[in-house]
């Protein structure tokens, strides 16, 4: 499947790297990274970066559901509101029939306030689940004279655990972790109100509420009522239940599917990012890591290319990257090649006459030698000068940002410099007007440089006195507005099977009686490596005139329009 990697480079023996004595290093770093990378899912730092931070806002989540509850707050103060009116209610009938004449004043009768205690507040009954609410008075001193769980013979208790079904012992689990968050809500050192705190509120005839730990460690809310005949303090009430808490706890534990499912999601979600994210990613850098390491010139996974998205995106740029770096390669191997070609023949010329020199005695042979080695190194010396011009062209095509160009201005500025400088009276003309709307993205300089090569080439092969036209013009069709420029000669034309071939690098065929040499055949060559590095493309046809006859060349320059990147 896609992560084959298609290697196009030909065999070119052993590694140079490894033959010139290159440090191991280099070669044994990219095939570490490779296997780094491949540990696995979670070897990833997008992967984790991923699974964090989705945990992190479920985290979030759960925190506010937990602690941070507005339920909390409002069912709180409903209980102290029903417990502080059950207490006021307490204490009235405390007051009118628990109360007896004392040395200095009323005071509490122990024996009723106990038996009116145990009436109006009932025992937990039978099959009853949540806590009883517990009351208890005091006297003004802070002595307990009556309490409901020592009337009701209420016992504190701390039983083994039963022996539940996994299922049972899950749930109690999470009722004893719901029951441990909320006693994070308040700590014995945390307390809201204590006997002490309800005494001295009392005292001042104040109701006190609050929330404590009981003797059992459950969370409860309290609140102390003053029982007070006129002016006089005769001791206090103190109400208390563990509602508020077995209610959040039962609130808590209905909140587990929810948590379950947030949390599988979560994990689904996070995984699938990085199946689709994280995976392809690092399978992109192991590929690159091995098109480094084994030289090869091609990067193909074609699944993740195919992928709709920002990753297909990338992917797809860097197969048409590695694309056009191995283009490259091979244009410069084959441009190598071919240089190398042309410079022998010149060297192989000045060789032979050299050797030919030494052995002819006649000055006139040895002056058509020299003249023979005269015109090779004047041949060597433009094709060295041809070359350097076409990689510098190269160079800056490759590096140089495009801008608006005005190519109609373009051609008027060349053609005007050619009226004075072209060779064997030949005369360039702008023909016909120049459109306004001649507007491209590209680079000025290479473009006048594919301008004044097709204008080289075309006052070449026009005859003495002859004449080259110059058109410009915009047009429009279904792939877009395009500019088109075309060059007209009034030669010998162009034979039909080479209309192609003339862009062949080094290829040249001149007129007859032209010097040999006078031409590298590089011209048409840089040509259309410029526009074809602008987006356009570049051909050549044949001027046909009345009868078939062919009245000239001419070669057409075609660029997308517009100012768009």
């Known amino acids: 499947m896609a992560s084959a990697i298609d290697i196009t480079r030909p065999d070119l023996g052993p590694d140079p790297r490894v033959s010139t004595g290159a440090r191991p290093s280099e070669d044994a770093e990219p095939r570490r990274e490779e296997g780094a990378r491949g540990r696995g899912l979670f070897a990833s730092r997008i992967t984790r970066l991923i699974f964090v931070c989705n945990f992190i806002g479920l985290l979030v989540l759960l925190v506010g559901a937990l602690l941070l509850s507005e339920m909390r707050t409002r069912l709180t103060q409903a209980h102290f509101q029903s417990l502080t009116s059950q207490g006021e209610l307490i204490a009235n009938v405390l007051i009118e029939a628990a109360t007896a004449p004392g040395d200095t004043g009323p005071v509490i009768d122990d024996l009723t306030a106990r038996d009116v205690l145990r009436r109006l507040v009932p025992p937990r009954r039978e099959g009853q689940t949540e806590p009883a609410l517990r009351a208890r008075i005091f006297s003004p001193e802070g002595a307990v004279i009556a309490d409901t769980d020592v009337l009701h013979g209420r016992v504190y208790e701390s039983s083994l655990a039963p022996l539940d079904t996994p299922v049972e012992g899950s749930i109690r689990a999470v009722e004893q972790a719901a029951q441990g968050v909320e006693h994070i809500r308040i700590t014995p050192w945390r307390e809201t109100i204590t006997v002490a705190s309800a005494r001295a509120a009392a005292l001042r005839g104040e109701v006190a509420q609050g929330q404590r730990l009981d003797e059992a460690g459950q969370r409860v809310v309290m609140v102390s009522i003053p029982i007070q005949r006129v002016h006089a303090v005769l001791g206090f009430l103190t109400l208390e239940s563990a509602d508020v808490e077995r209610i959040l706890v039962a609130e808590r534990v209905a909140l587990l599917p929810f948590v379950i499912a947030a949390t599988v999601v979560t994990c689904l979600a996070s995984t699938l990012l990085a199946l689709f994210i994280a995976r392809p990613l690092k399978r992109l850098a192991?590929?690159?890591?091995?098109?480094?390491?084994?030289?090869?010139?091609?990067?193909?996974?074609?699944?993740?290319?195919?992928?709709?998205?920002?990753?297909?995106?990338?992917?797809?740029?860097?197969?048409?990257?590695?694309?056009?770096?191995?283009?490259?390669?091979?244009?410069?191997?084959?441009?190598?090649?071919?240089?190398?070609?042309?410079?022998?023949?010149?060297?192989?010329?000045?060789?032979?006459?050299?050797?030919?020199?030494?052995?002819?005695?006649?000055?006139?042979?040895?002056?058509?030698?020299?003249?023979?080695?005269?015109?090779?190194?004047?041949?060597?010396?433009?094709?060295?000068?041809?070359?350097?011009?076409?990689?510098?062209?190269?160079?800056?095509?490759?590096?140089?940002?495009?801008?608006?160009?005005?190519?109609?201005?373009?051609?008027?500025?060349?053609?005007?410099?050619?009226?004075?400088?072209?060779?064997?009276?030949?005369?360039?003309?702008?023909?016909?007007?120049?459109?306004?709307?001649?507007?491209?993205?590209?680079?000025?300089?290479?473009?006048?440089?594919?301008?004044?090569?097709?204008?080289?080439?075309?006052?070449?092969?026009?005859?003495?006195?002859?004449?080259?036209?110059?058109?410009?013009?915009?047009?429009?069709?279904?792939?877009?507005?395009?500019?088109?420029?075309?060059?007209?000669?009034?030669?010998?034309?162009?034979?039909?099977?080479?209309?192609?071939?003339?862009?062949?690098?080094?290829?040249?065929?001149?007129?007859?009686?032209?010097?040999?040499?006078?031409?590298?055949?590089?011209?048409?060559?840089?040509?259309?490596?410029?526009?074809?590095?602008?987006?356009?493309?570049?051909?050549?046809?044949?001027v046909v005139g009345t009868g078939e006859t062919i009245r000239g060349a001419r070669l057409i320059v075609e660029l997308p329009a517009g100012v768009g990147g």
Request: glycine share 6%; net charge neutral.
């Open 286 to 542: 192991t590929a690159a890591d091995r098109v480094r390491a084994t030289g090869a010139t091609r990067l193909a996974l074609p699944d993740v290319a195919d992928r709709n998205d920002e990753i297909g995106d990338l992917a797809q740029a860097l197969e048409k990257m590695t694309a056009a770096l191995a283009e490259r390669i091979d244009l410069n191997e084959r441009f190598a090649a071919d240089v190398s070609h042309e410079i022998k023949n010149p060297l192989a010329s000045i060789r032979s006459a050299i050797d030919t020199m030494r052995a002819v005695k006649d000055p006139e042979q040895q002056a058509k030698l020299f003249a023979i080695v005269s015109a090779d190194v004047n041949r060597l010396d433009r094709l060295i000068t041809d070359i350097a011009r076409a990689s510098r062209i190269d160079a800056e095509t490759a590096r140089s940002e495009f801008s608006v160009v005005d190519l109609a201005r373009l051609a008027r500025d060349v053609a005007a410099a050619y009226e004075h400088t072209s060779r064997n009276n030949v005369s360039v003309r702008l023909d016909g007007p120049l459109p306004a709307d001649a507007i491209v993205k590209g680079q000025a300089g290479p473009l006048g440089q594919v301008l004044r090569n097709l204008l080289d080439n075309a006052c070449s092969f026009s005859p003495q006195g002859g004449v080259v036209r110059v058109r410009a013009s915009s047009a429009r069709r279904r792939d877009g507005a395009f500019v088109r420029l075309s060059v007209e000669d009034e030669g010998p034309g162009i034979p039909p099977e080479n209309l192609e071939t003339v862009f062949t690098r080094f290829y040249t065929d001149r007129p007859k009686g032209m010097a040999f040499g006078s031409n590298t055949g590089l011209g048409l060559s840089i040509a259309r490596q410029i526009v074809e590095a602008h987006g356009g493309k570049i051909w050549a046809e044949n």
